[in-house]
């Protein structure tokens, strides 16, 4: 008899398949109980609801593009600023969702129930140590507004290219993102135009690349 991390393992192991394949608007709950060989009230038992299900997994997802783009900066980079590791996981991420359309349509499906204020996705952990990095004396709730409106940015830049609001490029995504990085953590332009650039760089030997399961790599390449 299967225990009960076995069974919520394969839950949610089964909601990235059908995540990936179909999109969050088209899986329901029963096709994921089904491929999991479990029944629907198992999977809201174990997570809730669909929302919180496929909240749970992009914020496994981007916390795995993080680390393998951590992987990355390390062999290229050892001793990176965080300032500069946040740069090039913007650039990463942004990449990914450029070049993976079923990547950006369970996002910008998912991004209509507001996921990432309700989730844990938010970065409040890495914005908690950038301002430490920049011994900025900030409360824990100024922290958490930062960590939030740099996301809430970053989501709505993404589904404003996407349904055609704006025409921008990743370059200039990844520049509004990293610009208010700089307004909340009171960093001069000129160090922000700095990690722009250096991340810029550093994002040209880097391959990334979001697969099935929203498995992510990311590979050091030759110059």
């Known amino acids: 008899m299967a225990g009960n991390g076995e069974i919520r393992e394969r839950i949610y192991e089964a909601a990235k398949d059908l995540f990936y394949e179909n999109g969050f608007a088209k899986t329901t709950l029963r096709m994921i109980a089904e491929r999991a060989d479990a029944n629907s009230a198992m999977v809201s038992y174990y997570f809730g609801s669909k929302t919180q299900l496929a909240s749970e997994i992009i914020g496994d997802y981007?916390?795995?593009?993080?680390?393998?783009?951590k992987v990355c900066l390390d062999e290229l980079c050892p001793n990176a600023s965080l300032y500069l590791e946040s740069a090039l996981d913007n650039r990463i991420t942004t990449q990914n969702f450029s070049d993976n359309q079923k990547l950006l349509r369970f996002y910008l499906e998912l991004d209509e129930t507001n996921f990432?204020?309700?989730s844990d996705i938010v970065a409040v952990d890495i914005f908690r140590e950038l301002f430490k990095s920049r011994s900025a004396q900030m409360d824990e709730d100024k922290i958490r507004a930062a960590a939030i409106s740099v996301s809430a940015l970053a989501n709505a830049l993404i589904s404003a290219r996407a349904n055609g609001m704006i025409h921008y490029s990743d370059e200039e995504i990844v520049r509004s993102i990293m610009d208010y990085h700089g307004v909340c953590l009171q960093i001069p332009q000129d160090e922000t135009e700095r990690v722009l650039a250096?991340?810029?760089e550093l994002a040209k030997r880097i391959r990334t690349t979001t697969g099935p399961g929203f498995e992510v790599r990311c590979e050091v390449i030759g110059e």
Do not use: P
């Open 62 to 69: 981007y916390a795995a593009a993080r680390r393998a783009g």
């Open 198 to 200: 250096e991340s810029k």
């Open 116 to 118: 990432y204020v309700d």
